[in-house]
C-alpha cells in the first residue's frame, strides 16, 4: 500500500483507497469510471480510483495526462491493467480494442437507422426527389443528406 501523494490516503494496487485504516467507498462516475472523494487541502475532491493508482505507482516520464484501462473496462483498477497515454493514444486504443464503436446507429447523436440511410439512397434522384426534399422528410439537415448521398457518413452501409 501507498500512500496518495502527500495525504492521509493511501491506495493499494487493486484500487481500493483507504485513510484512518479504513476503505473509502469508490462509486460510480460519468462515463462508467469509478471516483473516491478526498479532502485535499481543506477541499473535498472527487477523483478518479484509476488516477489515484496510476499516480502512486506508475512513473509517468513522458508526463502522459490520462489513464488507459488497457482491457477496457473502467471499473478494472488493478495497477497492472492501467498505462499512462495521451488523449490520441487513448482513442486509438478504444478504437482498436473495439471499445468505441462511433458509426451509424451505434453513434449517440445518430438521428437514423441503417434502413432509413438505405431508403435516402435509393429515393435521391436530383431534380426529382432532392436533398431538400429528403431532409424534410427524415428530420434531418439538407448537407446531412448530402453526405449520406455522397458516403461522406454512413460509409459503412
Known amino acids: 500500500m501507498k500512500q496518495y501523494k502527500d495525504t492521509r490516503y493511501y491506495v493499494d494496487t487493486l484500487g481500493n483507497v483507504f485513510t484512518n485504516g479504513k476503505q473509502i467507498n469508490a462509486r460510480g462516475a460519468k462515463g462508467g469510471y469509478r471516483q473516491v472523494s478526498m479532502y485535499i487541502d481543506g477541499k473535498k475532491k472527487s477523483i478518479q480510483v484509476q488516477r489515484v493508482v496510476a499516480e502512486a505507482y506508475i512513473p509517468n516520464p513522458e508526463n502522459k495526462p490520462q489513464v488507459n484501462h488497457k482491457n477496457g473496462i473502467k471499473t478494472d483498477n488493478w495497477v497492472g491493467n492501467l498505462e499512462w497515454a495521451t488523449a490520441l493514444e487513448n482513442v486509438e486504443h478504444s478504437i482498436e480494442t473495439n471499445l468505441r464503436n462511433t458509426q451509424g446507429i451505434h453513434n449517440a447523436a445518430a438521428k437514423l437507422t441503417n434502413k432509413q440511410i438505405v431508403e435516402i439512397r435509393e429515393k435521391f434522384v436530383p ?19 448530402y453526405r449520406i448521398i455522397t458516403n461522406r457518413n454512413w460509409k459503412h452501409i
Open 127 to 145: 431534380y426529382k426527389y432532392t436533398y431538400k426534399m429528403l431532409s424534410e422528410e427524415y428530420g434531418v439537415s439538407q448537407t446531412h443528406i
